[in-house]
């Protein structure tokens, strides 16, 4: 009798559904999977000990990179675990605005998930409208923080800028647009024989299993498990906001879909809430001086003419509007050895010009007191968390990041074995998996 043999099948890194940065070894009887094992660490880019090298404020660019889909929240969840090693508040005004920008963040995130899972399926004009819905909002997160993709938008103590003038209008046009593409998309794949075949009772994982891997998240929900960061430990403004948390039962790949496109819906929902809570932003705006540019205050300061500069406001590039002294109050908290001074002070007066240098010079920045902490939001993926260790310098000591996709590839195996190689494309798409956050 000939004995039957497996054979070993590398998928990756190469592969196109690898993404470039993942190597699956599959052991295969026919075309039936029998054994899986992940290999990871093609991205890694060493976050975390570049986080130590700098100071606290220089470590938002790399925040940017670990989930690059949805960095508005990276910013977001660092900014959050500095902020309660120092001890501070921030404006609520603020805290609205992290909110908005966090949840058009969430939205880009899923649909980009959805949309190129469904085209490594053959659904290429699904992906096509789901990246035409995430270019509206990309066209509202540019409007605001001057990038589409690496926005380092979020500071300790606050936000870069506020909102601009109209934004709200603006944004629920783009939203009513989102919404539409949703329902487009909605009824060419849930309604497609082909695609929900190919999800159905595939990569299902039990709610025990996936508890003992720590996941978190949509794939977490998936299985029935209600568990959301926001819910079980709100931040910021969220335990002011209506919405609910989407749950799946059955832990497959359909589920994991349905509750993202639910998820969706309920991030614009929270957006909307945000525009009519959120209050006002321009406290100081009975300036009565002139507007001039930033070039002619500082040439006046250097000549000692400050006292004119006192009620002027300076014209700044479109990358710092936002950020003068008008709104400075709304979106900073009130701490001068942790935010930068509003622009008039720093390019029109001494004592403003030398708070600024204080902060950016190293030695002199953010010194949070010695102590360590751990804060945890509601990532695009699951539980995004922060460990941050201060030895009373203006850098971390220890930076550490819980990343949602990592648990989530440890049980990938369990997904895969049992299912056929074609069932692999779908699953490895379900997770959702980011390199930047999974490496760091």
């Known amino acids: 009798m000939t004995q039957r ?20 070894i599959m052991e295969l009887d026919g075309e039936k999977i029998k054994g899986a094992d992940v290999e990871i660490g093609y991205l890694h880019r060493a976050f975390e000990k570049m986080c130590e090298t700098v100071m ?57 998930c959805i949309g190129a899972t469904a085209m490594e399926m053959g659904a290429m004009t699904a992906f096509l409208y789901m990246i035409k819905a995430r270019e509206f909002l990309y066209e509202l997160i540019e409007e605001i923080t001057g990038a589409r993709l690496t926005i380092s938008y979020v500071r300790i103590g606050g936000v870069k800028a506020d909102l601009t003038q109209g934004f709200a209008d603006r944004a629920f046009q783009k939203i009513a647009k989102v919404r539409k593409v949703l329902i487009e998309a909605d009824e060419m794949l849930t309604r497609n024989r082909i695609f ?35 819910k079980a430990s709100p931040y910021l403004i969220y335990d002011k906001l209506e919405f609910e948390v989407p749950l799946g039962s059955k832990g497959d790949n359909l589920d994991r879909y349905f509750v993202r496109m639910a998820e969706m819906e309920q991030s614009l929902r929270i ?14 705006c009975g300036l009565t001086g002139e507007v001039i540019p930033a070039a002619q205050m500082v040439d006046r300061a250097k000549m000692g003419e400050t006292e004119e500069l006192i009620e002027d406001e300076v014209a700044l ?28 002070n720093t390019y029109g007066n001494i004592e403003g010009l030398m708070n600024h240098f204080k ?68 699953t490895f798409g379900s997770v959702n998996m980011i390199a930047g956050e999974l490496d760091r």
């Open 271 to 284: 957006i909307e809430q945000c525009f009519v809570q959120i209050p006002d932003g321009e406290i100081a």
């Open 196 to 230: 929900s075949d190919r999800m159905k009772d595939i990569g299902k994982i039990s709610p025990e299993d996936a508890i003992a891997y720590g996941i978190t998240g949509p794939f977490l929900r998936s299985t029935g498990v209600s568990y959301d960061v926001r």
């Open 5 to 24: 043999r497996s054979m070993l099948l590398n998928v990756g890194p190469s592969h196109p559904a690898m993404h470039g940065v993942i190597r699956i």
């Open 359 to 426: 902060l950016v010079m190293y030695g002199h920045g953010i010194q949070p007191p010695v102590g360590e902490t751990y804060f945890p939001v509601e990532g695009a993926n699951g539980e995004l968390g922060f460990y941050i260790v201060s030895d009373g310098r203006d850098q971390p000591w220890r930076v550490r990041v819980h990343p949602p996709c990592f648990a989530i590839m440890a049980a990938l195996p369990k997904c895969l074995i049992g299912g056929m190689m074609a069932d692999l494309i779908p």
């Open 56 to 112: 606290y404020s220089q470590c938002f660019p790399y925040t940017d990179r670990l989930n690059y889909v949805s960095p508005l929240i990276n910013n977001a969840g660092f900014a959050l675990a500095v902020e309660k090693l120092l001890g501070i508040d921030i404006p609520e005004r603020a805290q609205y605005i992290r909110v908005i920008m966090s949840e058009i963040s969430r939205v880009t995130d899923h649909l980009t």
């Open 317 to 344: 590039d479109p990358t710092l509007q936002g950020s003068t002294r008008k709104y400075h109050d709304a979106i900073y908290a009130h701490k001068k050895d942790v935010v930068l001074p509003a622009k008039e």
